[in-house]
C-alpha cells in the first residue's frame, strides 16, 4: 500500500470529506494541519502548486483535493493507485 498524505485545516468540510473516504477504506494517513502555520502551507503551495485544502498524495503522486480523489474513487482507480 502507497503512503498517503493529506494537507488539511480543522474546519474544513472537504478535509473532513477526504479524510472519511480514507477511513472508510481503512486507509491510514500522514495528516499535516496547516492551520495557522503560514510555513507548512507555503510547503503545500510548493508542492501542491495550489493554495486551497485538503491537497493529497499517493506516494509520491499529487492527485488533488477532495473532488479529485473521489472522482478517483468512483471511477475505481483509487484502488488502484494505492496498490502501487
Known amino acids: ?3 498517503v498524505t493529506i494537507y488539511t485545516t480543522k474546519y474544513c468540510p472537504y478535509c473532513i470529506r477526504a479524510k472519511q473516504l ?14 495557522g502555520n503560514p510555513a507548512l502551507r507555503q510547503e503545500m503551495t510548493r508542492k501542491a502548486k495550489r493554495t486551497s485544502v485538503p491537497q493529497i498524495w499517493i ?10 480523489l473521489y472522482a478517483l474513487e468512483r471511477s475505481g482507480q483509487l484502488d488502484t493507485l494505492l496498490k502501487k
Do not use: P, R, T, W
Request: with cysteine; proline share 0%; net charge negative.
Open 1 to 3: 500500500m502507497q503512503d
Open 59 to 68: 506516494g509520491q503522486q499529487h492527485v488533488g483535493g477532495c473532488d479529485e
Open 22 to 35: 480514507l477511513k472508510n477504506k481503512g486507509l491510514e494517513f500522514s495528516e499535516i494541519a496547516v492551520d
